[in-house]
């Protein structure tokens, strides 16, 4: 079994901020196609309304509008989930330590020929082993 017994913040922020930042670029994708698909499809109610044609300079306005809202709101978005992902996996990293070095850190069993060479080569503790020694 292997312990870990601390986590980096710093590194724990980088990835929490990248794995944050890669989900939401394909989340708010999704999220953005269907608000774009809204937006057309009120853009073509709206043409029409009272049987009457609108205007084509505010059409043309509205649709300039919807698509810009839509580029602003897909990219503030990924910057604040990308900030808000690793603020989250830093503090999940500090309280992680604490409780770490409290009450013991997560034990994990690795296999392979690298750790079983490392688990064969661990020496005796001199502290300990003495008091069992005859």
């Not at 020929?113 to 490392?118: A, D, G, I, L, T």
């Amino acid at each position: 079994m292997v312990t870990v017994k601390k986590i980096d913040i710093a590194s724990a922020f980088r990835v929490g901020a990248l794995v944050s930042g890669l989900i939401s670029l394909v989340v708010l994708a999704i999220f953005v196609l269907f608000q774009a698909t809204i937006f057309s499809s009120l853009m073509s109610m709206s043409a029409s309304v009272n049987g009457q044609p609108m205007p084509s300079s505010a059409s043309s306005f509205l649709g300039a509008a919807s698509v810009a809202s839509i580029c602003l709101f897909y990219g503030c978005g990924v910057v604040i989930q990308t900030i808000v992902g690793g603020i989250t996996a830093a503090l999940g990293a500090f309280f992680y330590n604490i409780v770490a070095n409290q009450f013991g850190g997560l034990q994990v069993q690795l296999t392979g020929e690298v750790f079983e060479q490392v688990e064969a080569s661990k020496q005796k503790n001199a502290f300990f082993d003495a008091d069992f020694e005859a």
